[in-house]
């Protein structure tokens, strides 16, 4: 998920430009959970920082986020709010490769060595070795949905494109369906926040995403092998007074974590000191007196 108005980065000019060249540098298709795993395990090897700006969780939470990393588990987060869930979550994109390959113009960012749609397969075996190869940066692999309750299965997983229908395919062709945010994330971190917001009816579409890992569009015959790390967020009182996550799909989470608020006063003024905007005093009546006052 990029911040608004966010330049996107320029891949390298020395990155493979065709499905031969990815070949010929020796890459090997590895799954988005191998791929934090095997990045978690480097930076736990050299000592280097896993999860930048999170306080407070180094001998509690985040062992067990590593733990549920390296067994390649989906994960939900139950805790309070203002406990950090979110940008926990958002911290994981910075595990992942920082390019990584695609087949130009996939809407599902499908892999050159690992194609899912039809139309995809049919493209890798005619171009072969000349198959054009594009490049997605980390930051754009990481989709994040609030969970409200008029959130449907179509802007998750996906539905019909009535507009593909009126330019003359059938409704058995899998090109006339618009997929959703979920498999639009494929290869990548999607995070659901407040899980139990979700209605349950919608809940369910998420069912074989988790276990199975294809989806199920209106009742097409479509097996789509998704490649994602799901992870969702929820506050334990939300599960009586404004929802629950239905029990199918809470057991599907490899992982339960649970947060807290920081365990001790430095803890807390630290959280404290990286999230204020602390501004001088002397400096804001140099520059507006009023505001100094708060008359400004």
Do not use: C
Not at 258 to 286: C, F, K, N, W
């Amino acid at each position: 998920m990029t911040a608004p108005n966010q330049v996107l980065p320029v891949p390298p000019a020395d990155l493979p430009g065709t499905l031969g060249e990815l070949r010929a540098a020796g890459h090997h298709y590895r799954t988005v959970k191998q791929e934090l795993r095997d990045n978690l395990l480097a930076r736990m090897r050299d000592g280097s920082q896993r999860f930048p700006g999170i306080v407070g969780y180094d001998d509690t939470v985040l062992p067990e986020v590593e733990r549920a990393l390296l067994a390649g588990h989906d994960m939900v987060l139950l805790g309070e709010r203002g406990q950090g869930k979110t940008r926990l979550i958002r911290s994981l994109g910075g595990l992942l490769d920082e390019w990584t390959p695609v087949i130009a113009g996939s809407v599902l960012n499908e892999h050159p060595m690992h194609p899912l749609t039809p139309a995809s397969r049919t493209l890798v075996d005619e171009a072969g070795d000349d198959l054009p190869v594009g490049w997605l940066h980390r930051s754009m692999r990481y989709g994040e949905k609030l969970a409200t309750p008029d959130t449907s299965v179509g802007d998750l997983i996906g539905d019909v494109d009535p507009i593909r229908i009126a330019q003359g395919r059938t409704l058995g062709d899998p090109e006339t369906i618009h997929f959703g945010l979920v498999p639009r994330t494929n290869r990548g971190i999607f995070a659901v926040n407040e899980l139990p917001d979700l209605a349950e009816r919608i809940q369910v579409a998420l069912l074989n995403v988790l276990e199975e890992r294809d989806i199920q569009v209106r009742g097409y015959q479509l097996r789509l092998p998704l490649d994602l790390l799901l992870v969702a967020s929820a506050n334990p009182e939300d599960y009586t007074n404004r929802g629950r996550i239905i029990s199918p799909l809470k057991d599907r989470f490899g992982a339960e974590i649970r947060t807290h608020y920081p365990v001790d006063l430095d803890l807390e003024l630290d959280l404290i000191r990286q999230e204020a905007e602390l501004i001088a005093v002397a400096d804001v009546r140099h520059a507006d007196p009023g505001r100094a006052l708060g008359l400004g």
